[in-house]
DNA sequence: GCCCTGATTCGACTTTTGGCTAATGGCAAC
DNA sequence: GTTGCCATTAGCCAAAAGTCGAATCAGGGC
């Protein structure tokens, strides 16, 4: 479907009105742009998995289905090549280090004036990563834990991806297996590698792992 | 244990030089008074049910065993006669609001000069809630569906709570059942009860429940 | 083509969970 | 004392979770 001639955007985010402001800040960089716009993490599998050469993913820190850096863990792993973009209304500097650190080409703060996200946009295209004024990428890398987390979610296959992410909403495997439209014992198969991969015992030891991995306050990082 | 003619304070902090320079605080504001400390939520338990009299306490939002505001539920439903102080390193004007709207008798972040920890001593002994400078409690009170969490786990008895901390570390009702010396019936009952108590259907709910309680970020909370 | 690897799928089996009943003892309120 | 509530335990059962082995399928290398 992509086209080899036009450049492609996703742009992954539940706010309509701020993803069509957006849109329009693409538009206005490159004109011919072919924009796919996705609300959920559900909506963006697809459109990611039947656009993989896209240019350049906008996603929000904080979507329904995930929140926080599992999606960019996701992406780091199964889409690698394709840019990714942090678009937060958090600003946190610890937060946008975290997830330049995860793998994201650039940080844009949803408080940004339309000109910077543009310039950013410039920027994040000839390859450069591109940060909010004021933010440096002082000191070492992540939290070796969090580290640990991220690389095991890394090694997950999309499906068990998939299947986490319903772990961590509370749903049952015969839930998620409905949703999925496959038996439960394939869940339980998948539950079974991603359990062995996260090296946890039980789900609700790897919901945790990803709440942590999630967090983005002080608290659960530390 | 607790004797009726001396002031007696109780500092829960895993920090143990935190702990000691509060102590030094409580002491310049009352200096015969009895001061004694928890490293940890197990033992916290222990010297709170020891000394159910104690003045105030002086409780970390961040301590091993529970991060956030369930201990601070937990206080407020078995010792709602007992003042709790929030002490933390985390300065957040929600953060600070949500412990108020929790029942705390006051917020002191960590990063306070020492004259003004005991200005708020001073202060909360009165009677009054002390706040951090610009810091108000403007608008409404707590998101509902946090109201509805905090109440149901105000609604547990020690022991069912203590379990779904457990739980909420993954442990297994086994295991639970060997730290606490009892059989797996009982904490198989406790855990029925608690699903009972916070309306989900199963421990990993109930363990995203407390998660986001405890949350201190907007993302998890929102 | 053929082989190999890894993802996906699934059924059979064991363990853990969770619901229900029932019985015991302690403790506090009425 | 009686009436609750809580904590404790056992036993039973159904459901859910988790493990293992095996079949199938797709893709890459030779």
């Not at 329009?24 to 960089?29: D, E, G, R, S, T």
């Not at 580290?147 to 095991?152: D, G, N």
């Not at 394939?186 to 996260?198: P, Q, S």
Request: aromatic share 4%.
């Amino acid at each position: 479907m992509a086209e080899a001639d036009r450049s492609t955007f996703i742009v992954a985010d539940d706010h309509p009105l701020f993803r069509e402001a957006l849109i329009h800040a693409v538009h206005n960089c490159v004109p011919d742009a072919e924009v796919l716009e996705a609300e959920s993490l559900a909506t963006l599998y697809d459109v990611v998995e039947s656009n993989p050469d896209a240019d350049l993913l906008f996603l929000d820190l904080n979507m329904p289905g995930v929140s926080g850096f599992s999606a960019l863990a996701y992406m780091r792993n199964n889409h690698g090549s394709m840019p990714t973009v942090i678009v937060s209304a958090v600003d946190d500097p610890a937060v946008i280090r975290r997830a330049i650190h995860h793998g994201a080409s650039g940080f844009i703060p949803k408080s940004s004036p339309v000109r910077m996200i543009e310039a950013a946009i410039e920027s994040i295209l000839q390859g450069e990563v591109w940060l909010p004024e004021n933010v440096e990428l002082s000191g070492g890398g992540l939290d070796s834990e969090e580290a640990r987390v991220a690389a095991a979610m890394s090694s997950l296959t999309p499906h068990q991806f998939r299947v986490l992410m319903m772990l961590g909403e509370g749903l049952l495997n015969k839930q998620i297996a409905y949703v999925l439209g496959v038996s439960e014992a394939t869940i339980k198969a998948h539950v079974t590698a991603i359990l062995r991969k996260m090296n946890v015992t039980n789900r609700t030891q790897a919901v945790l792992a990803v709440q942590r991995l999630n967090a983005q306050d002080a608290v659960l990082v530390e």
